[in-house]
Structures are given as C-alpha cells and as structure tokens.
C-alpha cells in the first residue's frame, strides 16, 4: 500500500469516527452513525483512527459527505491539524491562515510586530501552528530557502480564504511529505537541509518569552505522539529523509531539561527518536559531533536529566523494573546517538586494529545447542547496530569530547537488578531491553556485576556438562578446574597442568578455579586461588627470569623482545590474567595501557608510547615539533637499535635499507609512526600472540569485550590503587560477641589508620588474600572481625576466602598492635584451626 492510499484510509476512519456514514441503522461499533458508538473529541478520534488502520478494521461503505464534497467544508478540515483550542494554539486565520512553515525572517518579523503591538499572541498561534505539525516543521527554517519571506504576506489580514491541503486533514500523523514532493537525496550526514544557526537566533529570542515557552511545550506534547505513529507504521523516514530535521529543530531548544518539558514532553519526545531507524540515528550521531563541546554537552545533560528525573520519581523493586519503564529506555537509547557523537567528535583510531584470532565454527551440534540453550551460552561479543552502521567502537576513541565518566547515570545504577538485566541481555535481547546494551551508562561496579553473573552461569553450564558426560561416559566427574601445585615448584607445576588442559580440553578452563598446595591443608574457598595467583605472578614477573622488562620511573613492565622464554610460558601469563576476571580475582600486575588496549582488539600507535616508554616519547615528540633542518641537525635515518637481554646492541631497519634513508622534515612523522610500530607490536609479536592466546582461552566466550572499554579491563585484573580504610572501617561487620562500639575494635581501627601504606598493604594482604582494592574501592569489600576467644598471646588469624579476621579480644592497645604486625608480617602459607 503506497502512502497516498495510507493517508486515505485513515482519513476515511477519521470521518467515521466524527461524522459517521449517515446509516441511522449502522451496526459498525466504530462508526459515529452507530446507537451504541460514544462520541470522541478530534484528538481522539485521529489516534483511534490509526489504530483502526493498523488493525484494518470494518469500514462502512456509504461515502461520507465531506468525502463527497472534499471543498465544502475547508474549515472543518483544518481543524484536525489544528484542534488545540485547550492549549489556546488554534491560529487565527483572519491573519496568519497561510503561513505553513517558518523561517528566521518570519519569526522576527512577527516578532517585531508583536513587540510594537504589546501582544504575543499572533506569534504564540504561529509558534504552537508550526512547531505541533511536522510537515510544517519539516519545511522550516531551509538552508536553500533563505528569502520565503513571501509567507509574511499573510501576516496582514485578508479576506482571502484558502482551503487546506488533502494531506494536511489528517495533521503531525500525515506529515512526512507532501505527495509532489521527491524524497531528499541521502546528504551527508553533516549536509542537512537545516539552517541549525538559524534555529539558534530564533530560539535565543523566543525563549525569553514567558508565553511563547508554554506554546512550545504544548505544541511538543501535541507533535510527538504522531510521529510516533508516523514513524511506527508509515515508514516517513524513508520517504524522505528531511524528516530529521524536526529532530534537529527540537533539540536546539536550550530548555528542554526544565521540568514543563521533563514531565511529559520530553519522554514522549524521546519515545519518538527511539523509532527512528538506524540509518537516522547515525546521521544524527554524525551531525552532533560536528556541534562541538558546549552543544553536545548541552544535549547530553538533557537526556541524562530526563532519566534522572524519571527513575528518582518512581519506585522500582522485583515487580516493577526500571527496565519496563519506557521513558527511562527511550531517553537511554537517545543518549547512546550522544554517546557516538561524543566519540565521533574527538580523537579517534580505527585503522590500527589487531587481526581477529581465527575461531572457525564446527559444523557439529554442540550439548548446549541440542538441550536448546545456545542463546545463553553463544560465543562472541554482540555487536551494536548503531555502532556497526557508524564504523566506529568505544575502543576506537583516543580522546571523547565528553569524558566516558559523564555518561554513567548513577540512579540508573542504584536502581537496576543486574540479574535480571543479565536475563535480558543474554537470552531476550529481542523483547526486553537490557542496560547491558548501552554499557556507557554503567558504572564499572554495576557492569562487574553482569560479568560475574555471565561467568557463574558459565561455570554452572560446565559443572552440569561434566556430569552429563560422565554418566554418559561412565566416569568420575570433574566439575572443578582443579590445580594440585607445590609451592616452590608452582610455575613448573602450573604450566604443565594447564598446558594439558589448554591443549585437550580448553572448555575445562571455564570451570571453577579449585587450587591446592601440597602439604597443606586449607580447602579453597578463594582464598587458595588469591594467593595462588600472588605466587605465580610473583614468579612471572621476577626479572631474573628475563619475559619481561621493568622501568623503574613508571613501575610498569613490558614485554622482552629477547626473551628466551617459549611461547607456552605467555600463554600460562594470558591464561592467569583470563581465570583471574573469570573467578574475581585481583591481581598484582604493573602493565601500561596499551598492553589492555592490544587484548580488545588495537594496536599500539606513537601516542600508547606516554605510558608505556615515556622518554622514547618525548624524544618522538621534540622530533615531530622541531623546527630547525630535521636531516642535518638530528642526522637519524631509518635504522634504529636497542639493546637485547645480554645487553647487546640490535639494530632493525624500519624501512628496506633504512640505513640509507634519512630522516627529513617531511618524512619525519612516517618515522614516529614506524618507529612506534616497532616497539609496541612487531618486535614482541610473538610473546602478545601467545599472552593473548591464553587470554583468550577463558574469556573468547565473555562480553568482557563489548561492556568493558581498556581502563576498565585493568580495573576488573589490578582492582583499585586507592585504599580508603574509612570506608573499609564503615562497611565492616562483626561477629562472635564484638560490635564497632566494643575497646577492641575502636584499638584495632586506631592502630589500622597509624599504618603506613606498606603495613596497610599487608593487612590487606593477610585479611583478602591481595594488597589490591576491588572494583568500586575499600567501601565494597566485605570484611568480618570475628572474636576469636579471650586475652592470649596467640596471634590474629585469618580466613582470606570469606575476608574473615579472627581476632582474641587482646587487653590492651600496645599488645594488639604488637600481635598483628607479627602476623600480617610473617604470615604465609595455609593450615586447618
């Protein structure tokens, strides 16, 4: 059905429904002419008109009169666009009848006429006119009609009265395009139809009127409800695209985060955006990043205000899901097309990508596939749609405009139940929304969570698994990922256990981490795991064994290009890092930046050399800004040398007889670019192959990838740097007899907050198993004090599984600092009490 016949039809509804079809003895529940029928006001009726299409229901086939004589009631006619006599915008037609749409001449030269006139209200029925139909706004404020000052004529009274347009019956719902219009040539994105600093001039002087705000407001209450409809069923986009430019229009206005607009304009407002097809939302994304910081900061702050506004005046629980709440999703999903802006208008990479790992699919029916499971435990990160049709990820960004920070909506996060969220992400992402998908609106804590949730169900799919196979099988089960090591032989031990595993069977790798040390008797719980990890990062990382290089101003490592290490011992690295997220485990590793940005996905380029070699940088970087004769003065050519692990001088041409190519003032950035390759991708291929490899291993399955952007991956492996032991203090509970107002336990705060940072690295250490903080700080860490007996000499225990202390209630502030410095000190090693 062409959109002509659409239009029609529904105005035949329309007529039906206010006029009937004449039939005295009409049966037709939806027909005006019906004894049983209730009588519905013009608004009504046009909403009720859609549905009636949409359905295809009855239609009565007597023709109704205004039908038959489509020119005898004109002003019958117009009164569907225009019945906002409530909201006082119904326009006087003795002055303003044929003014359809504005321009920034129109709306001055009304304005000046008010203004010598003492009265708004010929401007305040335009503005509510104009802005509550979208054809009309469609047509406004045209780069290439800068002269219609024409349509003032009509600003003057007269006596001439035309009738509408058939295609303006039916008002906003009809609006896309006027049927001999041609549809807009796709533009460029940036390229629309219109004059955006136009519309800035003309908002900057109507807003400062008290009337023409409420006419504004009104008319966006009126508009947006049928482009809804327009959007949902009519497919106006399509046909021609300039319908963005209401989009456009709109969100110009500086005031749309007061609350007349917040309570019911703007969620209907964003309803509509949300509609609109991908193809749109990108050219709007495209089209904000070109705006610059203050615009789109503006029109983020709108969005996150409209969702703030909404979640702290509802309340959600298990029944009532913030995730149900169709403004909050809708102001979401318009804030991720700000997201993209932000992105698109800073600094941004997406050539220098790593090549994907090679994951051919088996053509064989997988366990899960076969119990009907696949879509909770399918392989591969998601990808956006919008995203994909932008060209452009997260990890791509170098620098936003607006920092990442500013798009995390804390009430959002105080408010969602990530289980259930998880539910929705995983398995109906089709008929739920799930805040999962726009991950930019979480904060690290609230995305750990989905994480974990991800990797439990993970490990409960494999436990289950194992025990199917067994039976199957006839064997012992397996559920765990057990690991049997001796502590002074732990990296032998380690690699060769999960080398076997890796090689054999590398789903084992997605179980629960179970470790043990031989001789010892503790039964883990997470605290064997947690030093597990400490001991063999300990040993990975020891400088005499040569896989990595440490410097001493940044305290970060990096990969030794000398290594004489074998690929194995990397891949053992990557599996560590991989099990480490997998089992919530934080670990003690100093890597820069880079190394997280290389694991999802990009290459190192001369600017990841700040971090990760800060002189070789500033070297690259006075190179690049000087500005005497670069090939006399520095005399450097395309050959560059390091030094290997014995200390040896290495040289490597960075182009094919670099040696012979020097370095000039226009070749100069070619050289920073090749030079930064080297160093941070090609001389230590094959270590990060190998690392990633095993990285890999565990997390190929996890939406680490899609949720978590490099700063935050380095957060879920290292934890938190900042320990903040008044926070600890607040959140920890007590048990056995001991509560925060006992002597014991204000000595014991006391002596903790006279720590050094080493010392208070080493209760940590004793208590939790690290040193390191967990996502979101101290103030998320669990701890227990327990009261373990009466005053003794015994020392202070600990059960770093359930970050447990057991302390004796010691008779005096000296002893019980004495007792545990002596524990948190010589503490090692793991025995039953």
């Known amino acids: 059905m062409n959109r002509a016949t659409a239009k029609h039809l529904i105005e035949r509804y329309f007529q039906q429904l206010t006029e009937g079809c004449g039939n005295g003895n009409c049966t037709n529940e939806f027909c005006a002419s019906c004894c049983d029928f209730r009588p519905l006001d013009n608004n009504s009726a046009a909403a009720k008109a859609l549905e009636l299409f949409k359905i295809n229901a009855k239609l009565c086939p007597h023709p109704s009169k205004r039908e038959s004589y489509p020119d005898s009631s004109a002003e019958e006619n117009t009164q569907l666009d225009n019945k906002m006599s409530d909201m006082d915008l119904s326009p006087n037609k003795e002055d303003i009848s044929d003014v359809h749409y504005l321009t920034e001449n129109t709306v001055c030269m009304i304005l000046s006429s ?142 749309l985060h007061s609350p007349e607009y917040l309570e019911v304009a703007m969620p209907q407002f964003c309803k509509a955006m949300s509609k609109l097809p991908v193809t749109a939302l990108a050219r709007l994304s495209k089209l904000w990043s070109s705006y610059g910081l203050r615009h789109i900061r503006r029109i983020m702050e709108t969005f996150q205000q409209l969702i703030t506004f909404t979640v702290i005046s509802n309340d959600y629980d298990g029944e009532n899901l913030v995730n149900d709440d169709e403004t909050v999703v809708a102001a979401t999903q318009c804030l991720k097309v700000v997201f993209y802006a932000s992105i698109l208008g800073g600094e941004v990479d997406v050539e220098h990508n790593e090549e994907d790992e090679d994951d051919s699919e088996s053509d064989e029916l997988t366990l899960h596939e076969l119990l009907g499971e696949e879509r909770l435990y399918k392989k591969g990160p998601r990808v956006d749609p919008l995203e994909k049709e932008l060209g452009i990820r997260p990890v791509d960004c170098i620098k936003p405009l607006i920092p990442f920070e500013d798009f995390i909506n804390e009430s959002v996060n105080d408010v969602v139940e990530m289980d259930k969220d998880f539910t929705f992400f995983k398995v109906n992402a089709e008929t739920k929304f799930s805040f999962q998908s726009c991950p930019f609106i979480l904060n690290v804590i609230t995305k750990n969570q989905g994480l974990y949730y991800d990797n439990r169900i993970r490990m409960y799919s494999e436990r289950r698994l194992t025990a199917l196979y067994s039976m199957v099988q006839g064997q012992q089960p397996n559920p765990y990922l057990k690991l049997k090591v001796r502590r002074d032989h732990i990296i032998d031990d380690a690699l060769v256990r999960l080398e076997m595993i890796s090689m054999e069977n590398p789903s084992d790798l997605k179980k629960q981490l179970f470790v043990e040390f031989e001789g010892e008797q503790g039964v883990d719980e997470g605290g064997v795991s947690k030093e597990f990890f400490q001991l063999v990062l300990e040993e990975i990382f020891n400088l005499d064994i040569g896989m990595f290089t440490y410097d001493d101003d940044t305290k970060l490592f990096w990969f030794n290009s000398s290594s004489l290490e074998t690929e194995a011992q990397y891949t053992l690295i990557g599996i560590v890092l991989g099990l480490a997220i997998y089992n919530n485990c934080i670990l003690d590793v100093h890597f820069p930046m880079v190394v997280y940005r290389k694991l999802l996905g990009k290459r190192g380029t001369y600017l990841d050399l700040s971090d990760s070699h800060p002189a070789l940088y500033q070297s690259l970087k006075r190179l690049l800004e000087y500005t005497g004769n670069v090939e006399e003065d520095m005399t450097l050519t395309f050959q560059i040398s390091h030094t290997d692990l014995f200390g040896n001088p290495i040289l490597y041409d960075l182009k094919e007889q670099g040696d012979q190519i020097p370095v000039t003032k226009e070749n100069r950035q070619e050289f920073v670019d090749l030079y930064a390759e080297y160093i941070l991708n090609k001389s230590m291929e094959r270590q990060f192959r190998a690392f990633k490899k095993g990285f890999l291993m565990v997390t190929n399955e996890s939406p680490l990838k899609y949720l978590f952007r490099p700063e935050e991956v380095e957060l879920l492996i290292c934890g938190s740097r900042k320990l903040d032991f008044e926070a600890l203090e607040k959140t920890t509970e007590y048990d056995g007899g001991y509560s925060k107002d006992s002597q014991v336990i204000k000595d014991f705060w006391e002596t903790i907050h006279s720590f050094g940072e080493e010392q208070k690295r080493l209760f940590l250490q004793f208590t939790t198993g690290t040193d390191r903080a967990p996502v979101g700080g101290l103030g998320k860490l669990k701890m227990i004090i327990a009261k373990n007996g009466s005053d003794t000499d015994r020392l202070p225990t600990s059960h770093t599984c359930f970050n447990a202390l057991l302390l004796p209630e010691y008779s005096s502030k000296e002893k019980l600092k004495e007792r545990l410095l002596k524990a948190i000190t010589y503490a090692k090693g793991f025995g039953m009490l």
């Open 114 to 255: 008010c203004e010598e006139e003492g009265d708004y209200s010929a401007l305040i029925r335009i503005i509510g006119k104009v802005f509550s139909n979208s054809e009309a706004l469609v047509k406004s404020f045209r780069k290439d009609e800068p002269n219609r000052t024409k349509n003032l004529d009509s600003f003057t009274p007269s006596d001439d009265k035309q009738s509408e347009q058939p295609s303006e019956k039916m008002g906003a719902s009809s609006a896309a395009s006027l049927p001999d219009e041609s549809p807009t040539e796709m533009l460029d994105p940036c390229e629309v139809t219109v004059d955006i600093n136009a519309v800035r001039r003309v908002y900057d002087k109507l807003l400062s009127i008290e009337q023409v705000e409420a006419a504004l407001v009104n008319a966006l209450v009126y508009l947006t409800p049928n482009m809804e409809l327009d959007l949902d069923y009519l497919d106006v986009y399509e046909t021609n695209p300039d319908y963005l430019n209401i989009f456009i229009i709109m969100m110009e206005n500086s005031n």
